[in-house]
């Protein structure tokens, strides 16, 4: 499923995005690949609900180094989320080898420069994305023009809407 025109060996970090309702068996096999084939990557999540948040899980678990960049401080990011949501954020955090948060107050465009940040601080994308419009889109969209490798897992996703961690 991999496809990356650099030597493994090269890249040294990867970014991570998808859909909020990518379960995270669904990714699980797909992360082990990731982290089979880029042994001495540093992974990027955005520690949003759903992928971010199980990609983070994921490194955080299997001793991978990764970075967090976070739209807003994480109060503000998960004032509405589960107890379990804000937990997982607050874990991500703590073991994170470094965290940047682009703002302390919500603004809707700090998504947007976040997804810009992750890219341009990434070799590759690991894109959990079927397509369809939204957030993951533009960071797709946006890796394309700048002319990044994307590894794409298309799905299809059983997910239907609902975040459960």
């Not at 949003?48 to 994921?58: C, K, N, T």
């Not at 533009?138 to 490798?149: D, I, M, P, S, T």
Request: with cysteine.
């Amino acid at each position: 499923m991999i496809e990356i025109h650099d030597a493994d060996d090269e890249v040294n970090t990867i970014a991570f995005t998808g859909h909020r309702y990518v379960m995270e068996d669904e990714m699980a096999a797909a992360l082990g690949e990731v982290a089979k084939r880029f042994k001495n990557a540093v992974w990027i999540c955005g520690g949003a609900i759903g992928v971010d948040s199980y990609a983070a899980r994921y490194a955080m678990v299997h001793h991978i180094p990764y970075r967090l960049i976070l739209p807003f401080a994480p109060e503000v990011m998960s004032k509405y989320w589960s107890d379990a949501q804000k937990k997982l954020l607050q874990d991500t955090i703590a073991h994170a080898m470094d965290v940047q948060v682009l703002s302390p107050v919500y603004d809707v465009k700090y998504y947007q420069l976040r997804n810009i940040a992750m890219v341009d601080a990434a070799q590759v994308l690991i894109a959990f994305f079927d397509g369809t419009s939204g957030g993951t889109a533009n960071c797709v969209r946006y890796a394309k023009f700048k002319r990044y490798n994307i590894v794409q897992y298309p799905g299809p996703y059983r997910g239907t809407g609902r975040i459960r961690l």
